[in-house]
């Protein structure tokens, strides 16, 4: 593990020369790379070079045990080794976990899908709740949201909603939401009070890049409509909308929220491009489970994944077997909690297998 680190620390020497260069900005895009990999670099050179002071302190304690008389002095250490061997053992773990290999698409955007489900209205009604709470949790995250496209469901919430979020890390902490989510609750149409079971679908897709996904545009058919729902009277007069399809795979991407033909050409290109590169990143993961199924990371649409129980104010995740009793905290966008939880999950699975190599 040392030997890795101090290459890690060689590595973020070297890059924190690059970027000082006087033409390092003549490449931008290259540039803002370095500035990535710096910044991921320096989180684990911080707490290496507090673990190498912690290893000092410890054998310079050993060394006075081993030599020193005095009994002050002798005190001093052992008290001093009682502080710092808990120390050490804690940011080892810590560091194990920093250096697992990163799950490349974790710093990506994403496209974000909610879907009503099983349930009828009440289905849509949740759809929209969850769509809420995700809305919510990316303001807390300082990220940026942008509704893409969006079915009114008839008694209020969606039958489909498809959003763009763009921050730091936005894959890494919403990639564990993809899946069947369930509610249950007394729905507002139910006259006799009873509790009724719905569920809509989550696809979380991280957003693809040009250099991600090769795209013959010869493929692709370009449709123009009217615009409908929420907008005001300029929406419904031009035909700003755009469906773009797919012919080689036969998937249809729509988006109507932009002011202009041409913005929604843009955002539907780029939810074209992340469903088809979800795609093979499915492909690649079922392979990679049919050696070993993972118990956080499959992110199957058709995978039962939470339940929100409001008679009893609990929320389940079932891939971990944990429950939390603060639904209405939840539903307002407090999730940190789950992706910690399944972050730690996925990481000590990763860490099984690292050691199993």
């Known amino acids: 593990m040392i030997d890795k680190l101090e290459a890690i620390k060689h590595r973020f020497e070297e890059v924190g020369q690059l970027i000082v260069q006087p033409d390092a900005m003549s490449d931008m895009k290259q540039y803002s790379k370095l500035n990535k990999e710096y910044k991921d670099l320096e989180k684990i050179v911080t707490k290496y070079d507090e673990y190498s002071k912690v290893l000092e302190n410890i054998k310079g304690s050993k060394e006075i045990l081993e030599t020193e008389k005095d009994p002050e002095f002798r005190d001093m250490a052992k008290m001093e080794?009682?502080?710092?061997?808990?120390?050490?053992?804690?940011?080892?773990?810590?560091?194990?976990?920093?250096?697992?290999?990163?799950?490349?698409?974790?710093?990506?955007?994403?496209?974000?899908?909610?879907?009503?489900?099983?349930?009828?209205?009440?289905?849509?009604?949740?759809?929209?709740?969850?769509?809420?709470?995700?809305?919510?949790?990316?303001?807390?995250?300082?990220?940026?949201?942008?509704?893409?496209?969006?079915?009114?469901?008839?008694?209020?919430?969606?039958?489909?909603?498809?959003?763009?979020?763009?921050?730091?890390?936005?894959?890494?902490?919403?990639?564990?939401?993809?899946?069947?989510?369930?509610?249950?609750r007394v729905p507002a149409t139910e006259s006799q009070g009873r509790v009724h079971t719905s569920a809509a679908t989550v696809a979380v897709l991280p957003e693809a890049e040009e250099v991600d996904v090769e795209l013959n545009m010869g493929d692709i058919r370009k449709d123009t409509f009217r615009a409908s729902g929420a907008g005001g009277q300029h929406i419904n007069k031009t035909e700003s909308a755009v469906r773009l399809t797919h012919a080689p795979?036969?998937?249809?991407?729509?988006?109507?929220?932009?002011?202009?033909?041409?913005?929604?050409?843009?955002?539907?290109?780029?939810?074209?491009?992340?469903?088809l590169y979800e795609m093979e990143l499915k492909k690649h993961n079922e392979e990679i489970s049919s050696q070993r199924k993972s118990m956080v990371g499959s992110g199957d649409r058709s995978d039962k994944i939470r339940t929100y129980n409001y008679p009893q104010g609990r929320v389940t995740d079932h891939r971990i077997g944990y429950s939390v009793h603060n639904l209405p905290t939840v539903m307002d966008g407090e999730i940190a909690d789950f992706v910690e939880q399944l972050r730690i999950a996925e990481n000590a699975e990763r860490l099984k297998d690292g050691g199993e190599e």
């Open 249 to 275: 795979s036969g998937l249809v991407v729509e988006c109507q929220d932009g002011r202009s033909q041409h913005a929604n050409y843009d955002k539907a290109l780029t939810v074209l491009r992340s469903r």
């Open 81 to 184: 080794l009682e502080e710092m061997e808990p120390r050490s053992v804690e940011l080892e773990e810590e560091l194990k976990i920093m250096l697992i290999p990163k799950d490349p698409n974790d710093g990506k955007d994403v496209i974000l899908e909610v879907r009503a489900g099983t349930g009828g209205d009440e289905a849509g009604i949740f759809a929209g709740d969850l769509f809420r709470m995700y809305k919510l949790f990316s303001e807390k995250q300082g990220w940026s949201l942008s509704i893409v496209n969006a079915t009114d469901a008839s008694s209020g919430g969606y039958k489909e909603i498809v959003a763009s979020i763009s921050g730091e890390d936005v894959y890494g902490k919403l990639k564990f939401e993809s899946g069947v989510h369930r509610v249950q």
